[in-house]
């Protein structure tokens, strides 16, 4: 056993000098280089260009901004139940396996060979014995290196895509919320305008029987009121698949029966929006772009390095007998140790081939960083000039639905005295009711691209 130790050492510190002697891993673009690369003339400015974001750093706990409890129950319900964020916590686990995958080709691969089975050993030659191997690759010119590094990196972003997965799943359930919220003050809306269409009849029917109207007031009051019925049930039939689609997101039964809020909260003051530059930084999804770089740089790198020789140290302790005839010239046990080298001398150019296609994947990752900061920069504009425009017109629609109302008002009037027929009133009736139905539409858009907002600037859901 002695001499089995010393050859296993000898053949270790002959390893180690050949990996201590083999060159350095070389490291992939830094983020500044990157950005120089893959975004190259486009300098983020010291601020946002639209206007609407407020000053001061991107802060976490955007959803309990909302103060809606119950939304943030179905958030957490949906991080737990959804389909979706299932598929990607088993792609974390994938590439989590692949990085213990990878990293054991830099350890010694050690295995056993054994046979017995008495005289005739099962297959007739009597032999008997054990066998106990060792065999390890010196990573001379770091092709394991670059490996384990790569899918060290594909697990860094598939991590950080799961998080930019759960943040966009919990940006998803609260704008649900807030359609089924709009889509019931909607069906409120139709069934004001209903009863009012409705009222309408009755005066067109009075007025028919004191011969200050005629027939065709009736008829049109009466038309009027079955278009408000058709649109009521259409918005019931939307608010359903509102509900439906926010049940499956949390990962329950399609059956429209969730209850969702009915009415829209006061929202929550400006936020603040940070400065661009930090948008690299800080968006996950961004992040694992830039994560992905760096994996395919490495993987380049052991396509390369593939083309080089392999040197590999063996070692052995091997045990064999005989019931059956004498074994001669042989020791018991045996100890042995090598090396061996393996240089690829003609693949058909599947190597070369094999440093082509890491080269174009890589050129691919960074121009997939490019796209994915640009829309990066382009979604947090987006959000914050729809802040802005969404401010102005709510403001502009709550005076036009004031001017709407009295307007029919006076119509009304005009046609309980006599002074006109029932196409004006109808006509201002239908103003009011676009007007109304516009006004709940930007109240809850603006719900909408606020949720937008939070995630475009990649704040935390959670505090």
Not at 277 to 291: C, G, H, Q, T, Y
Not at 315 to 327: E, H, K, M, N, P
Request: proline letters at 4%; charged letters at 20%.
């Amino acid at each position: 056993m002695r001499n089995l130790s010393t050859i296993i050492l000898g053949a270790a510190a002959a390893g180690l000098l050949l990996f201590a002697a083999g060159c350095a891993l070389k490291s992939p673009p830094d983020r500044e280089a990157l950005r120089k690369d893959a975004l190259r003339d486009i300098v983020p400015p010291l601020q946002w260009s639209a206007p609407g974001g407020a000053p001061g750093a991107v802060a976490g706990g955007w959803l309990r901004s909302f103060n809606e409890p119950r939304l943030d129950a179905l958030v957490d319900e949906a991080l737990i139940r959804n389909v979706n964020l299932r598929i990607a916590a088993a792609q974390v686990e994938q590439a989590r396996a692949s990085l213990r995958i990878a990293g054991g080709a830099l350890a010694p691969a050690v295995g056993v060979l054994a046979r017995g089975g008495g005289d005739l050993s099962g297959d007739g030659s009597g032999l008997t014995g054990a066998l106990v191997s060792a065999s390890w690759e010196i990573d001379l010119w770091g092709r394991v290196r670059y490996g384990q590094r790569a899918a060290s990196g594909q697990l860094a972003s598939a991590e950080l895509d799961y998080a930019y997965a759960r943040q966009s799943m919990a940006a998803l359930v609260a704008k649900s919320w807030f359609v089924a919220a709009e889509s019931a003050l909607q069906r409120q809306l139709a069934r004001d305008m209903l009863a009012v269409a409705e009222r309408l009849v009755e005066v067109a029917q009075v007025r028919r029987r004191v011969g200050n109207g005629d027939e065709m007031d009736v008829v049109l009051a009466q038309a009027n009121v079955q278009s408000y019925r058709d649109g009521l049930r259409k918005l019931d039939f939307a608010r359903d698949q509102a509900l439906r689609s926010l049940e499956a997101l949390v990962g329950r039964y399609p059956a429209a029966t969730l209850e969702a809020a009915d009415i829209l909260p006061p929202l929550p003051p400006p936020v603040t929006a940070g400065i661009p530059s930090e948008l690299l930084e800080r968006r996950p999804d961004i992040v694992a772009a830039e994560r992905r770089v760096a994996a395919a740089f490495d993987l380049m790198q052991q396509a390369k390095t593939a083309r080089l020789p392999r040197i590999s140290l063996t070692a052995g302790l091997a045990t064999i007998y005989s019931d059956l005839f004498v074994l001669q010239d042989r020791d018991n046990p045996t100890l042995s140790a090598g090396g061996m080298i393996t240089l690829p001398l003609f693949t058909g150019g599947a190597l070369k081939g094999q440093v082509e296609l890491r080269t174009a994947e890589q050129k691919r990752a960074v121009a997939e960083y490019a796209a994915t900061g640009l829309n990066a920069f382009n979604e947090v504009e987006t959000a914050l000039d729809n802040e802005s425009t969404l401010t102005d017109r709510q403001t502009l629609l709550e005076q036009l639905v004031a001017q709407n109302m009295r307007a029919l008002q006076l119509s009304e009037i005009r046609y309980r005295v006599g002074n006109t027929d029932l196409r004006p009133v109808l006509n201002d009736q239908l103003k009011v009711y676009s007007s109304r139905t516009q006004l709940v539409r930007v109240q809850a858009e603006r719900f909408v691209q606020r949720v937008n907002l939070h995630l475009a600037l990649g704040g935390s859901y959670a505090s």
